[in-house]
């Protein structure tokens, strides 16, 4: 049986993750407060930035970056994405 969070970015009760993604205190908020689905999109939006914006992860300045985008995708509010960025086409 799935469990239900209400997600603070849809604003809705929707399917929670089976797991916190993370340890610690901001797993546990993550995985009490954001949707299965609002999670994969951040990590779908996550690595369109690392790849676009060259970030490399060993990088202290690039996961900070991640982790405050990370914060505004997750809450709702305007975040950044990628100069140039072209969706591919739906065909």
Not at 9 to 35: A, C, H, W
Not at 46 to 60: A, G, W
Request: contains cysteine; negative net charge.
């Amino acid at each position: 049986m799935s469990r239900t969070v209400y997600c603070k970015k849809y604003q809705r009760e929707m399917e929670g993750l089976t797991k916190p993604p993370y340890p610690g205190p901001k797993g546990e908020d993550i995985f009490e407060n954001v949707s299965s689905q609002a999670w994969a999109e951040w990590q779908a939006h996550q690595t369109m930035l690392i790849n676009e914006k060259h970030l490399s992860l060993v990088d202290p300045e690039s996961r900070k970056y991640l982790q405050g985008e990370m914060e505004k995708f997750l809450s709702g509010a305007d975040y950044d994405k990628a100069e140039g960025y072209v969706p591919p086409s739906e065909g």
